[in-house]
């Protein structure tokens, strides 16, 4: 019988700089804010993604001439977006919600 060699405990994740085992687990003594927080932040991941993929179907501007700067640029500002997107209602795509509201009712 085959083992896993990857033990899940010990493995590491980060989600927006932050370990996963912050959002993992939500007991009934935490507060609505931080599950808000951790649905706005996942709601943020999935904008960047969307952004990233979006970006990479446009052809490179003369602006930065391409490279290495350009991509930076470009995945710091698509961070920014997305974590100003998914924070403001007016502009949320709407999954922070309806995830806290899922979240919320399995408390």
């Known amino acids: 019988m085959s083992t896993n060699p990857v033990d899940i405990k010990n493995a590491i994740f980060t989600l927006q700089g932050k370990k996963l085992d912050e ?3 939500f ?13 706005a932040d996942f709601e943020a991941v999935f904008i960047r993604q969307f ?10 501007s003369e602006f930065m001439h391409g490279g290495s700067a350009e991509d930076t640029f470009k995945g710091m500002l698509n961070e920014q977006m997305s974590i100003n ?5 007016n502009t ?5 919600e309806q995830i806290y509201r899922q979240m919320k009712d399995r408390m």
């Open 92 to 96: 949320s795509f709407g999954f922070a």
């Open 27 to 39: 007991g009934s003594n935490q507060s609505d804010e931080k599950l808000k927080k951790a649905a």
């Open 85 to 89: 997107i998914a924070s403001n209602p």
């Open 51 to 60: 952004l990233d993929v979006m970006d990479s179907t446009v052809q490179k």
């Open 23 to 25: 959002y993992s687990s």
